[in-house]
C-alpha cells in the first residue's frame, strides 16, 4: 500500500511548478526541523561547534539548515521523472572530463561521495551524463520504500546493488561501471580505521582505497552543493590513486586519509549540506578506550 501512496505522491508532485515544490519541499523541512528529538539537536550543534569552532547561535543555524533541506531534497527525488527529461536545468557537472578520462582506461572507477547535498540526485546525474554508476545503497527496513527508491534511482538511470552486494560490485567495476561509494558515515569497530577527520581521531570505512587499491582503478572524490535558488553544481574532483606497495594497510590508510581531507574540505565550506544529525564519532566514543585509539592512529 505505502508503495501506491508514494507513487501517488510524486505523481502529484511532479504536477507542481517547480517553484511551488520548492516552497513545500522547504516547508516539509521547517516542519521536520519542529520534531527533531532536541537530544539530537543537541549532538547536532556539538558537533558543529567542535568541527567548525562557531558560536552556539550560528551553530544552531547551521544544524537547522542541515535538517531543513531534507524537505527540498525529498521533492527532489520525488520529482525524479521531471528531471530526468532536463536534467541540465537542475544540476550542472564540473569536471566531468576528468571522470571520462579515467573511464578511458577500461577498468572502471570509484566515486567517493558524502552525505552533502542531495546525493541521490547526484547518482542521477551522472547517470543522465553518460556515466555507467553502480549506486550502493542500503536496504530500507520497509519493503515498500526499498521498492520505490530502487525504482526511482533506476528509473534516473542508475543499476542498484545493496552494501552486502561486494562481488557484484567487482564484477561491475572489472566491465568499466563506476561504484558510487558514500563515505562519511560511522561504521562499527571491524569495518572501521581510526584516521583522523576535523583534528579528532575517527572511524572510517576503507572501502574506495581498498576496491581501488585491489583492483588498480582511480577514486575521485565528487560532491554536490545547492545555491538559493535550488540549482546545483556537482563538482568532480582530481583522480587518487592507491599506491600498491607491500604495507597494503598502510596504502589504504594513507588513501583513506586524503579522501577524508577532501571530504572536510568540502563540509568546512558548505557545512549547511553535510548530514550533521548523524552521530559521526559514535563508534569511536562507545567501542574504544582511549588506548584503543592512540594505537591505531600510530597503525
Known sequence: MLY?????????????????SEILGRGLGCFAWLVVPQKRKKLAMDQ???CLDVSEQEARRIARESSVRFGPMLFEVLRFPVIKKKPEDYVRIEGLEKLHAGLAEGKGAII???HSGNWELMGGAFA?????????????????????INEYRTMIGMHITYKTGVREMFDMLKKGWVIGLIMDQDTNRHDGIILDFFGRPTNCTPGAASMARFQGVPIFPCFMHRDEKGNHTLVVHDPLYVEKTADKRGDIRRTTQKINDIIEGHVRKYPEEWFWLHDRWKSVRDEFSPQEIELARKD
Request: a positive charge; one cysteine or more.
Open 4 to 20: 501506491y501512496v508514494l507513487k501517488a505522491i510524486s505523481f502529484c508532485v511532479c504536477a507542481l511548478p517547480r517553484s511551488l
Open 48 to 50: 558543529i561547534r567542535m
Open 112 to 114: 567517493a561521495a558524502a
Open 128 to 148: 543522465l551524463a553518460g556515466i555507467p554508476l553502480v549506486g550502493v545503497a542500503m536496504k530500507q527496513k520497509n519493503s515498500a520504500a526499498d521498492r520505490f
